[in-house]
Nanobody, 123 residues
Framework: QVQLVESGGGLVQAGDSLRLSCTISGRTFGNLPLAWFRQAPGKDREFLARERWGDTGAIYADAVKGRFTISRDNAKNTVFLQINSLKPEDTAVYYC????????????????WGQGTQVAVSS
């Protein structure tokens, strides 16, 4: 059974940086890419980034380009999301996700999710 576990969230001040981690178990790491999403209170879930896959480089939402960086450590079966220059509007629960098949990845239909890690940014 595939399991995703996020960590690294917390309460920070505006301008700080955070590195979120997502560790995957139960599946051979590297087969399909992981993605990061977030959901702020009262808002829809928002796509943030997806790691590179095949010939496709990493993908970022326009709203976070330049501040967010997705990376991975194969030895640790972990994907990271580096967030710089945090803003109060970055306050949300951050989730990592992947899918059961390549077709689902192509469609953006993620069916495997972690439990989330809370990020709160004070002004």
């Amino acid at each position: 059974q595939v399991q995703l576990v996020e960590s690294g969230g917390g309460l920070v001040q505006a301008g700080d940086s955070l590195r979120l981690s997502c560790t995957i178990s139960g599946r051979t790491f590297g087969n399909l890419p992981l993605a990061w999403f977030r959901q702020a209170p009262g808002k829809d879930r928002e796509f943030l980034a997806r790691e590179r896959w095949g010939d496709t480089g990493a993908i970022y939402a326009d709203a976070v380009k330049g501040r967010f960086t997705i990376s991975r450590d194969n030895a640790k079966n972990t994907v990271f999301l580096q967030i710089n220059s945090l803003k109060p509007e970055d306050t949300a629960v951050y989730y990592c996700a992947t899918a059961s098949s390549a077709l689902q990845i192509i469609r953006g239909s993620y069916d495997l999710w972690g439990q989330g890690t809370q990020v709160a940014v004070s002004s």
